[in-house]
């Protein structure tokens, strides 16, 4: 029962990053910034469709320069891990799943964040991007330096999702 939990929490991840650049690297390999205090909270996005639910994010303190991340994409929960790497201008999470503990199969997604009071604007990294489709990388450095010379010269990021601040909600997570 317990690997079968896994299986369905791993498959939550790979569904909430369908469409998401994945990378067994992350961009650096040290977090950039510190926690920023204004992240730290609860989350609801505005920016669906009329008759879907919002999703729903939790920012929490980790560690000094880590956050860790709860996701409701409206039908599963996912838990993660995550830092900032900052290239020219953006600001990029590198969010980890922390489903399992085989750090081999913790993949890394990507979003560029802008966040100002109350408002927080995510767009994931996009693997349909003809720049980055396809595209792996050995080394965060490699990654660093790919995504430093590719960001100059357009846009690799997919929709925007906007969140506002939102109190504090629940999630109904199913034990195994």
């Known amino acids: ?64 320069k880590e956050y860790l991340l709860v996701w409701h994409d409206r039908h599963d929960v996912l838990l993660a891990r995550g830092f900032v790497s900052n290239i020219g201008e953006y600001q990029i999470m590198n969010i980890q799943n922390i489903v399992d503990a085989d750090s081999s199969s913790r993949t890394y997604v990507f979003f560029k964040y802008q966040s100002s009071g109350n408002k927080l604007i995510l767009a994931m990294l996009d693997d349909t991007n003809p720049k ?15 995504l430093e010379k590719a960001l100059t010269s357009g846009n690799l990021f997919d929709e925007e999702i906007v969140f506002q601040k939102d109190k504090q909600f629940q999630l109904k997570i199913k034990s195994p």
């Open 132 to 146: 980055l489709k396809g595209k792996r990388f050995s080394s965060s450095e490699e990654f660093y330096t790919y």
């Open 1 to 64: 029962m317990k690997n079968l939990w896994a299986v369905i929490i791993g498959a939550t991840f790979v569904l909430l990053s369908y469409g998401c650049y994945e990378s067994a690297v992350p961009i650096t390999k040290i977090p950039t910034f510190s926690v920023d205090p204004a992240l730290l909270g609860f989350w609801k996005s505005t920016s669906h469709e009329p008759n879907e639910k919002p999703y729903q994010l939790a920012l929490h303190k980790f560690s000094d």
